[in-house]
């Protein structure tokens, strides 16, 4: 048994909270009576209507098409009749066009299927097509389409594969349960993305507290293929692509740059699953795991959601305190905050979170930075949060950008849960990368 | 589901707990021990010094926070580690309005001129020190005996001197372990220093319990350890060094650990954070720096004692210290394969 010994520089130890639903097994979670699907479900063009107000649609059928290369199609969670075509709201808080959709009383689980990707038979484009087909974005929480992400660009070439089951947010469990689950079809998924990217070898890295995973992966490897399974250490940010590669390689990601730069590619493994699952059939995406957890959650559990399900209708199923007053989609490190309960879940939900009135932070004082460097001694890409919550502060976004490194910062949060000034230093980051990302433009 | 407000906030959603308040609290409490033998060594005269430094910076900083129409920050401790350091480092005897003048300036110009909280070049308490040292450089090298009998019995005439009249300087001041070393050549047991039975100012003279307040403050984590020890073996190897090559003309290096305001100084002063440098390799050449100039400044120096001067020097470089030495970013200077 080999097991890494390296992880990345600095990173934070949060409570992980996990314990209260890695046990639960996942379950099937039931229809709403209106689905609601807006059409901007990823990162890249929002996908382009085919179907029309008052269509009959079926499950598994195209509902929008993919807009363009960096696009996926929308495929239909449920049979039913599509109510009206109109905008519905999204978790950034802006509108979007989205389709409501009516289930059918008796709505089976037939699904209608595509082509289907034969991995034998498939080239390395013809999977990437399906993947793109099947509607497959970055199930982690970036909803990046995964199709795009496993594009070798031309000159560079791929040697490892990595599949991401680090799952370090606080409070999620959803990549535990599906590595429990579901190894069958990651180990086809694997064999899928190992074609398409023509990687030699594959690395399954998983976190020191999801060992019991890590056993039975190993225990059901396929026999002549070259998949090892790596445990690194607890910390956070572990799971961030750049992080993970350090850990497993042993090497850097150039700054700015992107892991083909070190010949890797890292799938989280919920996306590697359903790859596994739906391109032997020609299917599309049509629900995923979530892990629903928190103080003010009832039944806290792993929950198979249709997209499109309505928030509000997740939160009464599973039940939630009358206290409730935060709601995080995805973890409490980088979740965002739900303003509206009447957004749905969309494919790049991980989790969602609730907090009660106890757990939330009563606007804590924000002191001036004491320069304790605690920061510092967090930030895993070894920025400097102070000096750049300083600069920030006096707008001085070109030199934060140019000598400081800002747009290297991912907004993982490890500098502002350390800060004792409790600034907000992830806020003041977030801000400024869009103003030196708006003034480039201009 | 009933409607109700959802509260809305940005990630992280979590956080370690820590506050200003808690560190500055703490560090208060690692002052304790310190402050609690200087007044068994010293008696109500040091309890008067102590007590008048931490009113006096808690009342400036109040006053001034109002007159600039802010919020008073007196809640945040910071002011009593001000206070406390300040008078920590006075002698027992020392007139209290004076004492008194030594907070105003510690805070008015250590903290206020610079912005207050956070933005402070220097400890504050060192200003205050340095001030008071210029205004008043008698009083301020009259010490007095540790231990003395009637401690606790009558106040030195001195302490509760007029303000502005020339305070009686009586026959009951005694010369410094470095004064002594300095101008009579005299070396006092490195024991005797470490314990604090040797004359000096209120703090500066028990080792052992400024040590145990550091190791406190490291096992909470409130503080950097790499700057006292830094700090210290630099002034360890280099005096030791030059014990090495004539141990007639310097003093041992255990002398030098132990005696003046080195050890409060090194453990209290020069760590605070906001006037030291934020990377470890950073304020390890800081604490380098300020150990060599300690070492320099009572050698050849004219002054018996250097540690204030070298903190000072210490604070003022320490910006570009951070400037020079910065963490290599993730996925910099590395070249592309
Ligand atoms: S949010 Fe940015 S600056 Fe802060 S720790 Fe993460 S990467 Fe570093
Ligand atoms: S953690 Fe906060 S207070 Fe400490 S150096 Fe960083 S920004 Fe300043």
Redesign the interface.
């Given at each position: 048994m080999k097991t890494a010994k390296q992880t990345?520089?600095h990173g934070?130890h949060?409570?992980e909270n996990k314990e209260e639903t890695n046990g639960l097994p996942i379950r099937q979670f039931s229809f709403a009576p209106l689905i609601i699907l807006p059409l901007a479900q990823h990162i890249g063009a929002p996908s382009k209507l085919v179907i029309r107000e008052g269509q009959e649609v079926v499950r598994g059928q195209i509902l929008a098409e993919s807009d363009g290369y960096l696009s996926v199609p929308l495929h239909a969670p449920v049979s039913g009749l599509v109510k009206k075509i109109a905008y519905v709201p999204t978790i950034s808080g802006k509108m979007t066009t989205g389709i409501y959709l009516e289930p059918f009383p008796s709505s089976t689980q037939e699904t209608l299927e595509g082509e289907a990707i034969d991995i034998d038979s498939a080239s390395p484009e013809e999977i990437l097509i399906g993947i793109q087909q099947a509607g497959i974005v970055g199930l982690g929480g970036a909803a990046f389409p995964t199709h795009a992400k496993l594009k070798i660009p031309d000159g560079k070439h791929c040697d490892t594969l990595i599949i991401n089951g680090i799952e370090c947010e606080?409070y999620l469990t959803t990549d535990h349960r599906v590595m429990l689950e579901q190894s069958d079809d990651i180990f086809l998924g694997i064999k899928y993305l190992m074609k398409a990217t023509g990687a030699k070898r594959t690395i399954i890295g998983i976190e020191a507290n999801k060992q019991d995973a890590a056993d039975l992966l190993r225990e059901r490897l396929p026999k002549n293929e070259a998949i090892s399974v790596e445990v690194v250490p607890v910390k956070y940010p572990q799971g961030a692509e750049?992080m993970l590669i350090?850990a497993l390689l042993g090497k850097?990601?150039?700054?700015?740059?992107l892991p083909i730069?070190?010949?890797a590619v890292v799938v989280n493994v919920a996306t590697t699953a359903e790859i596994g699952r739906l391109l032997p059939h020609g299917r599309g995406i049509q629900e995923r795991v979530i892990t629903i957890t928190g103080p003010g959650v009832k039944k806290k559990g792993n929950y198979l959601i249709p997209i499109g399900t309505p928030l509000?209708y997740v939160?009464?199923q599973v039940g939630?305190d009358?206290s409730?007053?935060?709601?995080?989609m995805g973890g409490?490190?980088?979740?965002?905050?739900?303003?509206n309960?009447d957004i749905s879940i969309v494919k790049g939900t991980s989790g969602i979170?609730v907090?009660n009135k106890e757990q939330?932070?009563q606007a804590?004082?924000v002191?001036?930075?004491?320069?304790?460097?605690?920061c510092?001694?967090a930030c895993?890409?070894?920025?400097?949060p102070?000096?750049l919550g300083i600069l920030a502060k006096f707008e001085s976004y070109e030199k934060m950008a140019e000598e400081y490194?800002l747009m290297?910062c991912f907004?993982c949060?490890?500098c502002?849960?350390?800060?004792?000034?409790?600034i907000?230093l992830?806020?003041y980051f977030?801000l400024s990368k869009s103003i030196v990302r708006k003034r480039k433009v201009a | 589901m009933k409607k109700q407000t959802l509260h809305i906030s940005t990630s992280p959603h979590l956080a370690q707990g820590t506050s200003v308040e808690v560190i500055m609290r703490n560090v208060v409490i690692a002052l304790m021990p310190a402050a609690l033998f200087s007044i068994y060594a010293f008696g109500w005269n040091a309890a008067l010094v102590l007590i008048t430094a931490v009113v006096s910076c808690l009342l400036t900083e109040h006053i001034l926070c109002r007159l600039a129409n802010k919020r008073s920050t007196v809640s945040d401790w910071s002011a009593i580690i001000t206070g406390l350091l300040l008078g920590l480092t006075l002698p027992p005897i020392f007139p209290l309005w004076m004492t008194f003048l030594g907070g105003v300036f510690a805070i008015g110009m250590g903290k206020f001129l610079f912005g207050g909280l956070g933005y402070n070049v220097f400890n504050p308490a060192l200003v205050g020190r340095a001030v008071l040292q210029g205004a008043f450089p008698v009083a301020i090298t009259t010490w007095y005996a540790s231990f003395s009998a009637e401690r606790f019995t009558t106040l030195h005439s001195a302490v509760l001197a007029v303000p502005f009249m020339e305070p009686v300087i009586d026959g009951t001041s005694g010369a410094t372990p470095l004064s002594a070393f300095k101008f009579d050549g005299i070396t006092s047991e490195a024991s005797d220093l470490a314990l604090g039975l040797v004359s000096g100012s209120t703090g500066e003279t028990s080792s052992v319990f400024i040590l145990l307040g550091g190791l406190y403050l490291v096992w909470r984590n409130f503080m950097n350890w790499r700057i006292p020890v830094a700090i210290l073996a630099t002034v360890f190897v280099f005096s030791g060094i030059l014990y090495w090559i004539d141990p007639i003309e310097y003093p041992s290096p255990l002398f030098m650990l132990f005696s003046g305001g080195l050890m409060l100084g090194a453990v209290f002063m020069a760590t605070d954070m906001v006037a030291s440098p934020i990377t470890s390799w950073g304020v390890i050449i800081y604490g380098i720096i300020i150990g060599a100039l300690v070492v320099i400044i009572r050698l050849w120096g004219g002054l018996p004692e250097g540690v204030m001067y070298a903190i000072l020097l210490g604070n003022a470089i320490s910006p570009h210290i951070d400037r020079l030495v910065r963490y290599r970013v993730y996925g910099t200077s590395l070249k592309t394969s």
């Open positions: 990345f520089k934070i949060p409570p606080p750049k350090t850097e990601v150039p700054s700015r740059g730069d070190v010949n509000r939160l009464e939630v009358e409730v007053s935060e709601v995080y409490p490190m980088m979740g965002v905050a739900v303003a309960l979170v907090f939330i932070e804590p004082q002191y001036p930075c004491i320069k304790c460097g605690a510092v001694d895993p890409l070894s920025l400097n102070s000096k490194h290297d907004e949060g490890s502002s849960y350390v800060c004792p000034s409790h907000p992830v806020q977030r | -």
